[in-house]
């Protein structure tokens, strides 16, 4: 039973998976395993074409728990018990296309888990940032990696480094979110429908040719592209 997510599956096959922690969404070891059993189920629910990250509450989510990650004997102790059970790669690896609806805080691990997303939408109150450098920690859910795959590393070092919050507005013209909506939520359900309306197996095989972009050198990448594309036109 599920106690930190809710997870709702439509008619257009589109998984709405709820962070239901409230107010703060606050990522803890409880939301770490039901996560990895969730993003397990969706990648093989043979209904499922896109989902979406939601929120219920206030706030996205205001990051990990720094009372229960304190609880450990040492912070390198704390980093192995998370790193042991890890669901920011499930996320990464899902075959579906993915649509983050950011509000209120999206902080740490929020802003992590979103941008391992495809698409990041957010409300104009969103207040997005990586505070890890500042508590003395780096940030480990995947954000120096996945920031420097979203803007350019020379931008991602101010952001981490520097660990400050930013508004909507300010990550918007980063490049970190894609779209303001006013009813965030709507809008990226929108979204996530219009990409479960194509083909599911052509858009599975594009989005693993637009992650290669991140992998492999240019020419491995066109000559992999090539392939995927031979694959698409057989379906």
């Known amino acids: 039973m599920n106690e930190r997510l809710r997870l709702e599956i439509d008619d257009d096959g589109v998984a709405v998976l709820t962070l239901a ?5 606050i990522y803890d070891l409880r939301m770490r395993d039901e996560l990895i059993e969730v993003f397990a189920a969706i990648a093989v629910h043979p209904d499922v074409r896109a989902m979406v990250l939601a929120a219920d509450g206030k706030h ?10 304190g609880t450990a004997e040492s912070v390198l102790a704390a980093r192995r018990i998370r790193w042991s059970h890890d669901p ?21 691990a929020g802003l992590e888990m979103s941008l391992l997303c495809d698409v ?33 590393p020379g931008a991602a070092v101010g952001v981490v480094m520097l660990g400050e919050n930013m508004t909507a507005d300010e ?7 894609d779209i303001i909506a006013t009813d965030v ?10 990409m479960a309306s194509a083909d ?7 989005r693993r040719a637009l992650r290669l972009a991140d992998d492999v050198p240019l020419e491995d990448g066109l000559r992999q592209e090539r392939l995927l594309a ?6």
């Open 171 to 177: 990550a918007l013209r980063r490049g970190i979110i």
């Open 88 to 108: 920011w790669t499930p996320l990464w690896e899902l075959p579906q296309p993915t649509v983050v609806a950011l509000h209120g805080y999206a902080l740490g």
């Open 60 to 69: 996205f989510s205001a990051g990990a728990d720094l009372k229960e990650f």
């Open 200 to 206: 599911s197996t052509v858009s599975r095989i594009a």
């Open 21 to 25: 922690h409230p107010p703060l969404n």
């Open 185 to 194: 939520d709507a809008h990226a359900r929108a979204i996530a429908r219009s």
């Open 230 to 235: 031979a694959r698409a036109r057989r379906v």
């Open 120 to 152: 990041r939408c957010a409300s104009a109150d969103t207040v997005l940032g990586l505070p890890e450098t500042r508590l003395g920690m780096l940030p480990s859910a995947g954000g120096t990696q996945s920031l420097a795959r979203t803007i350019p």
